[in-house]
């Protein structure tokens, strides 16, 4: 019998894809990502790795993952839906920001530009997946006692991760204060733009345990997500209210 052969990880194909579409001319790429819900396991391990990639403090989530259940005991079942944000083809909340600091990249995707945002919040309400949370300068750290004794106090803990600086767009952002941004401004996912620049896959990507989460270039005809969008099982959230997300979900 023929010995079959292995099976490339989606991760490595990812990646070598990502690496192609670098070196095309950027106006022709357009970032997707598709999300297989009979793969995601509710572990929240991309939450966590988009917190930390981010800097991302108390009560500001870019990926949280909404739980379901159904049927009746004891038949009952649970499924998992990761809810970034989704980068919509017509996004709502760039119609309503009045400073224009919400907009879309040559890629599709939709960001924020702090220097320009007043924290209005109003994308927030225009957002129809509450993809947005707003910045009130909350710490993780706040209220831990000084232990200098020990690795687990909470001047240890700010130094070692809220007090670095994030690096979201590519730019450095300074230590948090009431006064720097991000503080005070609307923030969302952004497919980790920062990572993609030096030819790194987003972060909630690469830490999926169920390898449940694909993300490339929709014009690259050779692209898994490519592959993956065309399945029968796909579907997007909201269609109706013609948002067009570039977020697919394999249900």
Known sequence: MARQPAKEDSLLRMQKELKRAKE??????RWI?????????GCHACTVACAAENKLPPGVIYRPVTEHEFGQFPNVRRSFQPRPCMQCDNPPCV????????????????????ARCIGCRY?????????????????????????????????????????KPAAEYSKTWDPRSDRNSPVGNAR????????????????????????????????????LVRELIGSPRVMRLKEEMGTKPAVYYLV
């Open 24 to 29: 095309k001319d950027q106006k022709t790429v």
């Open 95 to 114: 119609t309503v920001c009045p400073v224009t600091a919400t907009y879309k990249n040559a890629q599709g995707v939709t960001v924020i530009d702090y």
């Open 123 to 163: 994308c927030l309400a225009a957002c129809p997946y509450g993809a947005r949370t707003s910045d009130f300068a909350e710490w993780h750290a706040k209220g831990v006692p000084t232990l200098r004794s020990v690795t687990a106090g909470g001047d240890w803990a700010a130094a070692g991760y809220e007090e």
């Open 33 to 41: 990502m598709v999300i297989d819900q009979a793969k995601c396991a």
């Open 188 to 223: 969302k996912c952004h497919f980790c733009l920062h990572r993609l620049a030096v030819g790194m896959l987003p972060a909630c990507v690469t830490t999926c345990v169920g390898r449940a989460t694909y993300f490339g270039d929709r014009n690259d005809p050779k692209a």
